[in-house]
């Protein structure tokens, strides 16, 4: 059974950094498709970026685009999001999930494998 453990959350001013993990014991993460979503208070939960088992390719939200990267390391374990220039409509709590896959991200749409969420805040 793969686990996932999500980390690197907190508090963060709009226009600041956070670095999101997705970390897998026991396993790599190489065939495996990787998304992050995030649910904000009172609303649906929505994807906001995938990286695909084979190729790699990424997926983004419009809202994220030229903002947020996510990418592998090279040990294939960890799966990273990169968000730069956070504005508060990001606050929300992050969830990576994991599909066993050679499909692209944008042929994706349920994951079977979940973390349990870290909790980013932009705020001043």
């Known amino acids: 059974q793969l686990q996932l453990v999500e980390s690197g959350g907190g508090l963060v001013q709009p226009g600041g950094s956070l670095r999101l993990s997705c970390a897998a014991s026991?396993?790599?993460?190489?065939?495996?498709?990787i998304a992050w979503y995030r649910q904000a208070p009172g609303q649906e939960r929505e994807g906001v970026s995938c990286?695909?088992?084979?190729?790699?390719?990424?997926t983004y939200a419009d809202s994220v685009k030229g903002r947020f990267t996510i990418s592998r390391d090279s040990a294939k374990t960890t799966v990273y999001l990169q968000m730069n220039n956070l504005r508060p409509g990001g606050t929300a709590v992050y969830y990576c999930?994991?599909?066993?896959?050679?499909?692209?991200?944008?042929?994706?749409?349920?994951?079977?494998?979940w973390g349990q969420g870290v909790q980013v805040t932009v705020s001043s």
């Open positions: 026991g396993v790599t993460l190489d065939r495996y498709a």
């Open positions: 990286i695909s088992s084979t190729t790699s390719s990424t």
């Open positions: 999930a994991a599909r066993h896959t050679s499909y692209p991200c944008k042929d994706l749409y349920e994951f079977g494998f």
